[in-house]
């Protein structure tokens, strides 16, 4: 049977998946409609440019608040869902808690920073429309290949090719961001009244994996405390979560990493079960090898019984940091 947090999970997935086509859609009926207005005003003159622009515009400013409608309405939809997620998990653990609904302030900004973002996109998109039209008043192009520039579908490599593109990074990140920020604000609040509440950072593990981010994979600390991001530049970021305002574009766009809450106490006795014998078997092994050979012995000896490489299972240990507090006392 399902986790709460696989539960949880699923839906996420379904209406991040559910958003992103409604934005392709939304992006190709203005792309049909545009070439539809091309096609209505050849020949393409002077005259009819002026008054095709004045269309284009129009169908620009009501494409613009329909994209801005379908991301505003996932960022609303996730932050719930980043809240619910903490409650399910603490409920499926049998913990009694009350928590008020967690201020929106945090989602009206960055509903207004999202719809400034499409706002920039339908904008871009509409001037590279008006320089193609203008082409073909000055006879360097025909209205088939102002069309064929503009693009016959969205995967062509064209004006809305690109638009669409852009339009479900935005929305993937947008969506992204407020479920992780949702969640963190929720577990921090919670930390109130469950003491011992924790975060656990998760990879997506689709598309091509950011290195820094791949590695805090499964890693998990106090619902307080920071993760420790390498960049790609380089630098370490302290960061609460995935799409951390203190991390650089770079390590936000298209990132689908997200943090899930974890109730310490059974997160500790989870991985004791699971690790708690290799653990208690190193811990002898080190007591009673003499000093010169230790590392050596050791690697030799836990292979041969758990045929397991040490450093493999010590990269465990050092991902779920709680792990030594748990089985080496």
């Keep these: 049977m399902p986790t709460a947090l696989e539960q949880i999970k699923e839906i996420i997935d379904k209406l991040a998946e559910s958003g992103s086509e409604n934005i392709r859609s939304v992006v190709n009926d203005w792309r049909r409609n545009v070439v539809l207005m091309i096609a209505e005003s050849e020949p393409l003159d002077a005259l009819s440019v002026e008054t ?45 808690h009350a928590l008020p609904f967690i201020s929106e ?26 320089t193609e039209i203008d082409l073909a008043v000055l006879g360097q192009k025909s209205a088939s290949e102002v069309i064929a520039n503009i693009g016959k579908n969205l995967d062509d490599p064209s004006i809305f090719g690109t638009v669409a593109k852009r339009a479900q990074v935005i929305f993937q990140t947008e969506v992204k961001r407020i479920q992780n920020i ?7 609040q919670a930390k109130q009244q469950v003491g011992d509440m924790g975060k656990k950072w998760i990879h997506s593990h689709v598309g091509v994996p950011r290195p820094g981010h791949l590695m805090l994979d499964g890693v998990i600390i106090p619902a307080d405390e920071q993760f420790e991001l390498v960049g790609a530049d380089g630098e370490i ?3 609460d979560h995935p799409h951390d305002p203190d991390l650089p574009a770079g390590e936000v766009i298209n990132c689908r990493c997200q943090i899930v809450p974890v109730v310490m106490r059974f997160e500790q006795q989870r991985i004791a079960a ?38 493999e299972f010590l990269e465990k240990v050092w991902k779920n940091k709680i792990v030594p507090a748990v089985c080496l006392k």
């Excluded at 009501?62 to 980043?82: C, I, M, P, W, Y």
């Excluded at 809240?83 to 399910?88: A, K």
């Excluded at 949702?182 to 921090?188: G, K, L, P």
């Excluded at 653990?279 to 045929?307: C, G, H, M, S, Y």
Aim: net charge positive; aromatic share 6%; no cysteine.
């Design 274 to 311: 699971a690790y708690g014998r290799q653990t208690a078997v190193l811990q002898r092994l080190l007591l009673r090898l003499e000093p010169d050979n230790i590392q050596r012995e050791a690697e030799e000896l836990f292979k041969a019984q758990f045929r397991e490489p040490l450093v």
């Design 52 to 96: 095709l622009k004045v269309r284009l515009n129009a169908l620009s400013q009501q494409v613009e608040a329909e994209l801005s409608g379908v991301l505003s309405d996932n960022q609303r939809r996730l932050f719930v869902k980043g809240i619910q997620t903490v409650d399910r998990i603490i409920n499926e653990k049998g913990i009694r």
């Design 105 to 130: 302030k945090k989602l009206d900004l960055l509903q207004k920073y999202s719809a400034e973002q499409i706002r920039g996109l339908t904008d871009n998109a509409t001037r590279s429309i008006s």
């Design 237 to 239: 970021y302290y960061v």
């Design 182 to 188: 949702s969640t963190h604000d929720r577990i921090i």
